[in-house]
């Protein structure tokens, strides 16, 4: 095996994170088959350049993802082939996710207003009941077309921000980011079917009743903090979700329509 020969130099997180990716890259590109075994740890630290203590944690994360095997006293295996490489800003930014995957994104504000957050919303972005938070509504555009209507609550301290930027911006998060130093390093997410009501009908130039996937977001920063609550509304024939579960780890969980708490 020749994984620990490509340097690390350049690639972002921890020195195991690298590890781990360029174990995946082996898999991905063929150097280790589904079904092989893979070096010991002492060997893979050897190879490395690191402690056995930093391959190990590099191992449990692929282990934790379903890539290896994870059985005590066995040789870890390859049981599959991970996906390419995430994006970094898949569904944090719907026009960052678009411009990585070499699509043209849009939007536009059709309307935007304060209102009193309430106790749902309140719960959702940490805030207290009777603060403000901005609402808006978009319409998004995927290479001219539109493709989904976005309803988007932010607390006070970014809707401030957020009510000054031009209708039509690209990248909320982008410039978020760029200009303000707010970065979205996190988000929860659940995705259920919806059938389309009057008003996304008439947003979206379609007939009432075609089916819609619904997804709910709440982003947060660095800290944890709720920086918006967010349901966005696609058209059902311009988007899937991929997720991969196994054996040692379970990102997808079954929910009741009342279940999701923060939503």
């Not at 809707?159 to 303000?180: N, Y």
Request: aromatic letters at 4%.
């Amino acid at each position: 095996m020749t994984t620990g020969q490509a340097a690390a130099n350049g690639q972002p997180g921890a020195r195991y994170e690298q590890i781990a990716e360029q174990i995946r890259d082996a898999i991905r590109e063929g150097r280790l088959a589904v079904g092989d075994n893979l070096p010991a740890e002492t060997v893979l630290a050897e190879e490395f350049g690191v402690a056995p203590g930093t391959v190990r944690e590099s191992l449990r994360l692929l282990v934790a993802e379903g890539t290896i095997s994870g059985r005590r006293g066995v040789r870890k295996s390859v049981l599959r082939v991970p996906r390419p490489a995430a994006i970094a800003e898949e569904f944090r930014s719907f026009a960052q996710w678009a411009s990585a995957h070499g699509r043209t994104p849009g939007g536009l504000v059709i309307e935007q207003s304060w209102e009193i957050a309430g106790e749902r919303t309140a719960a959702a972005l940490g805030v207290d009941p009777r603060a403000r938070v901005l609402a808006v509504l978009r319409v998004r555009t995927l290479d001219g077309e539109k493709v989904m209507v976005e309803r988007t609550r932010y607390p006070e301290r970014l809707g401030q921000i957020i009510e000054a930027l031009p209708a039509d911006l690209g990248s909320v998060t982008r410039h978020l980011a760029d200009v303000h130093g707010i970065v979205f390093a996190g988000a929860d997410h659940v995705f259920s079917a919806i059938v389309c009501g009057i008003q996304d009908a008439a947003l979206l130039d379609v007939a009432r009743g075609r089916p819609l996937l619904r997804h709910v977001r709440r982003s947060r920063d660095a800290a944890g903090r709720p920086l918006e609550v967010s349901e966005d509304r696609y058209l059902a024939n311009n988007l899937s979700v991929a997720i991969t579960n196994g054996r040692n780890v379970n990102p997808l969980s079954w929910l009741t329509s009342d279940d999701v708490d923060w939503a």
